[in-house]
């Protein structure tokens, strides 16, 4: 019990130093963060705050010795206790900082120093060093930028002290010069390799005739041939007679230039951990953000590393991406990365198609102004290798066998595996910089998104597959910081979840090493009240493949809306209805009559309850009533119609009785009032024509501006082709037929119908009985022949809410199916909703999946609902643990109830019609 106690104090102490350590390198980090304090400063601020990052700061004093300058503590004295770290610039140390304690010491750790105080010493002398190189780079760019100007008048004489101050600044930069200066004059004809020898006064026997200094290391050979030669001099004296000042100062400005590269491309090419890449971004912006330089050859090499680097090797990505960004973007973009002293990640899918769509739209926005007030809620990125890190720091290596294991384990594992990562401690350079996203978010509410290496791409977009997760953010630091972090873990937990797992087995990604980035945001709206919440958000694509109009082309696009936040217009929904719009034809509606606009419009919506820090759905009725009219902001009169007397009115219309009249949702001045249509329109045009395929995006409107939330590849199948449907079909042999919301495509050789009995499910009691059913459907997605069977059942299959709606299953439980046929029995007023555009909808369509809603009530459709029920049940045979079910779940063989004939499902937009007819095998294949 002792040995087990004096562990747990050892690894607390050691914990409190680590944290000590870390404290004091961002403080020197603050302090190396001011370029306009003069040295002497700088340096009075490191001696007096080192010491809070060593064991015993009241005894730690400490000695800089900089260029033969020594800056000291108060009451400073040299002592036997000590340890130094030179500081380096270009290799050539230039001086040192020493830690000293006043008296002997001993620690628990061994002593008197510790391993993390010495690392620590080593990084701050790094840090240090490059501090001191930026310094004397941005001066020597200031010269350069002023002899450029001063140049544009002045006589060949004039420009020497410019070199001098290159030579003295940076030795490397003017053997370069040098040499560069030398091929110059070669290849232009004023000396040859014998000339040079007899000018510069350097035997013959020390070079090549074929070399003519042209690499550095020919050069130093040059120079160290003895006679006491300054190769420079000679060399640009002979520059001097044949060129004018101007031209040896733009030769001079353009090699300076190219030697600023040329440390980055070493940075970039060599793969360098991203702090050492950080740093030279920082001092490459250093040089260039207040001058014009030209733009050289070696830029765009340099750029298209930056990209691979940091966001993507999608070659795609890659050819768009080098005509709009610049190498400063990536110093930009970096401030607001959090990575690890060795990290080597990127920022992610999620993050990389938003930063690239946001680059297209601003500039495009030069030219088309209905995108120049487009904004980019405030983000923040956690690189993709961090989640490797945090795996191995909490020792939880095993975890990534986990995407090989039987599904239905995976599938019972899951919930374990969230509860561990959400009580696993983050490293503490992770810490730190989570910390730091919060001081610059403040106290907005937060939403923390998956940006996994594989997500949103053009093969696989993962739609909905990962965790995201709101964040009220309100409260003390220490309490925002843990749900912050609580929340990137539950992300990080959602890679090993079955339903990822499965959708990278179905496309071949398995064996593939997914890395997970964090995109942290924040949430667009206004507090109103205990809530928060945007106005308006939802999703949009590009291309309609759900047309409720043949006037409704494909390139029309689709809009998928709803009040508050989006989350009601990703994911299907049990109770409720989101609004559809077509942007090229917005007058043609899903619902025609007032009264099918009133029932089949929003209900709900969702908030962060600041009150209770969590979200939250609420009646929009409910909320109406709740908010004083007069506080309520100017984007809800866009949003909000009044049902009165069996028709719709205005939100200002005299008449209406704010306390009586049911709102309705329907965005009608938002469309006919505002520019929303025509901007979503230019939005997606040049989003598309950019990318060269069809994209999906989320958005969000704070009641001002409209904000980009995401841009992806949309899921579509372009191959989908109306299918041929016989004028004549034998009733004997016609199972189903449809007249609504038909797409196109043809299912054939279907011999396992999969079928949920309306009234059976409806008929199911308790909650247990009704996810059983998801589970026998998932069992059954497993047993039988891929690609050869259907799923038919009643309500919205893959919603969220009440269950009792719609079958309880994931993308995992029914990726093995051809087709998803809801049968929508009218009840009252119920009718399913649809679940076009939803991640669920776009998971279908990638698969290969084909979706119809059949309405067996509505006149002129047909459903043979007498074969469903006399058909032999095989879910006993096959399953038989679930035989109390055969009433709910039926199992068919078609063949065999069929006369031999497979079922064959014909589908055809452009005549709004589908049939499910019984035909021989390969009749249509």
Known sequence: MVDHQNSV???????????????????????????????????????????????????????????????????????????????????????????????????????????????????????????????????????????????????????????????????????NIVRKMLRHLFAQGVLGTEQQAELLGISKKCFREDEPFSSRESFNKYENAGNGIDVGVRTFAIAASHLDGNEIIELVQKWVQEDKLNFLVQAVNINKPLSAIADTLRRYYDLTHDHDYPVLESTRGILISLIRRFLTDDLDYVNIAKDLLGINDFYELLKNVIYGSESHGKIGGKSAGLYLATMILKKESQTNDLLKDIKVPKSWYITSDILTHFVHYSKLDDIVEQKYKPIKQVRTEYPYIRQVFKNVEFPSDIVVGLSMALDDFGDCPLVVRSSSILEDNLRA????????????????????????TEAIAEVYASTFGPDPIEYRTDRGLLDFNEEMGILIQEVVGNQIGNYFLPGYAGVAFSC???????????????????????????????????????????????????????????????????????????????????????DLPPQFQHIVSYYRD??????????????????????????????????????????????????????????????????????????????????????????????????????????????????????????????????????????????????????????????????????????????????????????PELSFGTHFFQDLVEAGIRYLPLYPDEEGNQFAENFFLEAENELTRLLPEYSSLQGVVKVIDVPRNAEGMMLNILMNSDINKAVGMFDFPDVHK
Request: charged share 25%; net charge negative.
């Open 461 to 484: 977009a993962f739609p909905g597959k990962y965790k995201s997760l709101f964040l009220a953010n309100k409260g003390g630091k220490r309490k925002r910081l843990k749900e912050l």
């Open 646 to 831: 069996d028709h719709l009115v205005d939100f200002h219309n005299p008449d209406v009785d704010y306390q009586k009249d049911p709102p309705v949702v329907t965005f009608d001045a938002l469309l006919n009032r505002t520019p929303f249509i025509k901007q979503m329109q230019a939005i997606m045009t040049v989003l598309e024509k950019t990318f060269g395929f069809p994209v999906d995006i989320e958005f969000a409107s704070d009641g001002n501006n409209f904000h980009l939330l995401q841009c992806r590849p949309q899921s579509y199948r372009p191959q989908c082709q109306p299918a041929t449907i016989p004028a004549e079909i034998a009733p004997e042999r016609l199972l189903f037929n449809a007249h609504k919301y038909v797409g196109n495509g043809v299912v054939s050789d279907i011999s396992h119908i999969v079928y949920v009995h309306p009234q059976g499910y409806s008929e199911l009691q308790t909650h247990e009985e009704l996810t059983t059913v998801g589970k026998v459907v998932s069992q059954l997605n497993s047993l039988l022949p891929k690609r050869q069977f259907v799923l038919i059942g009643p309500g919205r299959w893959g919603s969220r809410g009440d269950i009792r709606l719609g079958v309880n299953v994931d993308y995992a439980d029914i990726n093995n199916s051809s087709a998803l046929i809801e049968v929508a029995r009218q009840k009252g007023n119920y009718l």
């Open 9 to 175: 104090n050892k690894l607390l102490a050691s914990l409190q130093e680590r944290a000590k350590e870390l404290n004091c390198y961002y403080q020197v980090q603050e302090i190396l963060r001011d370029h306009n304090s003069s040295m002497d400063s700088i340096c009075h601020q490191l001696v007096n705050i080192i010491p809070s990052g060593w064991q015993y700061p009241d005894i730690c004093r400490v000695k800089i010795n900089l260029d033969n300058n020594n800056y000291c503590s108060l009451d400073f004295i040299e002592t036997p206790w000590y340890q130094t770290s030179e500081i380096a610039v270009d290799d050539q140390v230039i001086g040192s900082i020493t830690v000293y304690y006043t008296t002997e010491t001993q620690s628990d750790f061994g002593g008197p120093f510790l391993d993390g105080e010495t690392k620590l010493l080593q990084t701050i002398c790094d840090r240090f060093s490059h501090f001191i190189r930026h310094l004397q780079t941005r001066q020597l760019a200031k010269t350069l930028e002023s002899s450029r100007l001063d140049s544009l008048t002045a006589e060949a004489g004039e420009w020497p002290s410019v070199l001098d101050t290159i030579k003295y600044t940076d030795r490397g930069l003017y053997q």
């Open 544 to 630: 309609n493949e759900f047309r409720w109009s043949p006037r409704i082309r494909r390139k029309d696009g689709l809009v998928r809306m709803v009040p508050g936040l989006g989350t009601r217009a990703v994911d299907r929904l049990s109770n409720d209805y989101p609004v559809l719009l077509s942007p090229g034809q917005p007058n043609l509606k899903v619902n025609g009559t007032p009264q099918e606009i009133f029932w089949y419009s929003p209900q709900y919506m969702d908030v962060i309850n600041l009150e209770n820090n969590c979200l939250e759905s609420i009646k929009i009725e409910d909320f109406l009533k709740e908010i004083d009219f007069h």
